[in-house]
């Protein structure tokens, strides 16, 4: 399986900020996931992203306010941008196999406070 | 149609008990369902996983079961102990598409 971990682990922002979490995996994935888990809820997918292109967002969630950069095989990073309390949540990183098409791993994930 | 139901909401069950979870879904081109177990401050870990084509799978005290005519599928946790409490996700999957999760069972085993 997959060893993937996250930083930060959490962290407390200020209304208007923006967080960068990063998810590295130890092994070279074709697609990774970003998810947000409200308290106390199921995960929701953000978005797909996939090496070489431009990532995929879910209904409800833009590129303006969360912005995926995935620069090679291995890392990927997900930017929450002009936060609000309605922010707070956690954001899990997650790739796919092996075996590919079916397995999916998580991260530990990332605790976000917006004041 | 591609919600996956999930019940109950929560659980508890006394030590050396059998846990049940079930969960329903709609789309019957569903291929596969996987179980995700998620303890506090963590990320959710895999536990067990069927494909449509068999009935039931066992994994130590894990086992789900799989009812494909009625679209259902159920996670037994046997002898439960104090260290499964946790919270429970079962997902299913269309091939390369997203996985789509319920809604999450907490579980608590009393001692």
């Known amino acids: 399986s997959a060893v993937i971990s996250q930083k930060p682990s959490r962290d407390i922002c200020q209304r208007g900020t923006s967080l960068t979490i990063q998810c590295q995996v130890d092994s070279q994935v074709t697609m990774m996931f970003w998810y947000r888990q409200q308290p106390g809820q199921s995960l929701t997918l953000i978005a797909t992203a996939n090496q070489g292109s431009e990532a995929t967002y879910e209904s409800g969630f833009v590129i303006d306010k969360f912005p995926i950069s995935r620069p090679n095989l291995t890392f990927s990073t997900l930017t929450v941008s002009n936060m609000s309390p309605e922010d707070s949540s956690i954001y899990l990183c997650s790739v796919e196999g092996p075996p590919l098409g079916e397995t999916q791993y998580f991260g530990p994930g990332t605790r976000l406070l917006v004041l | 149609q591609q919600q996956v139901k999930q019940s109950p909401q929560s659980l508890i069950v006394q030590k050396g008990g059998i846990s049940i979870i079930n969960c329903a879904y709609e789309n019957t081109a569903f291929d596969y369902f996987p179980w995700y177990q998620q303890f506090p401050g963590k990320g959710p870990a895999l536990l067990i996983a069927i494909r449509p084509d068999v009935s039931e799978k066992k994994e130590g005290r894990f086992t789900i079961s799989f009812n494909k005519s009625a679209k259902q599928f159920s996670l037994h946790i046997m002898d439960s102990q104090p260290g499964d409490s946790a919270t429970y996700f079962c997902?299913?999957?269309?091939?390369?598409?997203?996985?789509?999760f319920g809604q999450g069972t907490r579980l608590t085993i009393n001692p």
């Open positions: 997902a299913a999957k269309e091939g390369a598409q997203k996985l789509v």
